[in-house]
């Protein structure tokens, strides 16, 4: 039997930024066109977080079942390590998956954008299918075009959409900015297990650019934020503050940089979220107070 801790740890805290950041800025943005919903943004702060641990959970059952987890290294596995029965680690990723298809048809009937219920499906479904199926994409090189997308201009655009009605300019920006980050925790992640995911057979697109170019897209995606503040801080000057964000960028892109591997790595997924969570909440905040 799993500990509480053990459960815990499955959701994978560290990369809990990458869902909710992506709100903030999203809600930032609505605010800066005067379209902020304190009870819409709420709600789409829940779908992100449980669609992240659902995601989470699906991935451990997944992965654990297929063998992936037998050798790797990083966060705690419930069923690769064994702790956890799968068919209970893919209930909670049910569980989870559930909660965000039930707030999320809250969140569309307050709003009234009933479009977005096949939004939310296709978001649902991208979740499972990442690791699971019979032919999960994660597996074929596109886990880190999935997480852009859907960590980036979903979340960004999707949270800004729901209380406004419209997207902007601010929005697209703050969109690439998130998609940059994530895919950047993505890339540092797949480079610390090409390796292990080389001898399971799971392709990702680390395996596919090999080492040295899986550190050189890294450093570009951690870039990608900050050209963006620059742009952004042209219309609204005090999301400069989205600068904050740089120490942690840098000592993410100082490991990659050296030729750290393995759990030398784990420290840039940390550096990379938290940096994400950081932009994130700095620049919402200049464009609610700008």
């Known amino acids: 039997m799993a500990t509480v801790a053990q459960w ?23 605010h800066h066109v005067d379209g902020f919903d304190a009870t819409l943004a709420v709600l ?7 669609l992240q641990v659902g995601v989470n959970y699906a991935n451990d059952y997944s992965d654990g079942i297929r063998g992936t987890d037998a050798d790797r290294v990083g966060p705690f596995r419930l069923v690769g390590s064994g702790a956890a029965d799968p068919g209970a680690v893919r209930a909670a990723a049910f569980a989870a998956l559930g909660l965000a298809a039930v707030v999320g048809l809250v969140l569309v009937a307050l709003s009234g954008r009933w479009w977005m219920i096949a939004f939310g499906a296709v978001c649902i479904a991208a979740a499972w299918f990442y690791t699971g199926g019979r032919k999960p994409y994660g597996y074929s090189g596109l ?3 999935a997480v852009f997308l859907f960590f980036g201009p979903a979340a960004v655009l999707g949270t800004l959409y729901v209380q406004t009605g419209e997207v902007t300019g601010i929005g697209i920006g703050g969109a690439v900015a998130m998609g940059a980050f994530s895919t950047g925790v993505m890339v540092a992640n797949s480079l610390r297990d090409i390796p292990t995911d080389l001898r399971a057979g799971k392709r990702t697109l ?12 890294y450093l570009a995606l951690v870039t990608i934020p900050f050209v963006i503040t620059l742009a952004i801080g042209l ?56």
């Open 235 to 290: 219309r609204v000057p005090l999301s400069l503050v989205g600068f904050l964000a740089l120490p942690l960028a840098l000592l993410g892109a100082r490991r990659v940089l050296k030729g750290a591997t393995g759990r030398d790595l784990v420290p840039v997924l940390r550096d990379t979220g938290l940096a994400m969570l950081v932009w994130g909440i700095a620049v919402p905040a200049a464009l609610v107070l700008g």
């Open 143 to 145: 886990g880190e075009l």
């Open 206 to 217: 680390s395996t596919t650019l090999g080492d040295r170019d899986s550190r050189i897209l």
């Open 44 to 50: 789409a702060l829940v779908v992100s977080v449980a």
């Open 8 to 30: 815990v740890s499955g959701t994978r805290p560290r990369t809990l930024p990458n869902s909710i950041a992506p709100v903030l800025v999203g809600a930032g943005a609505a």
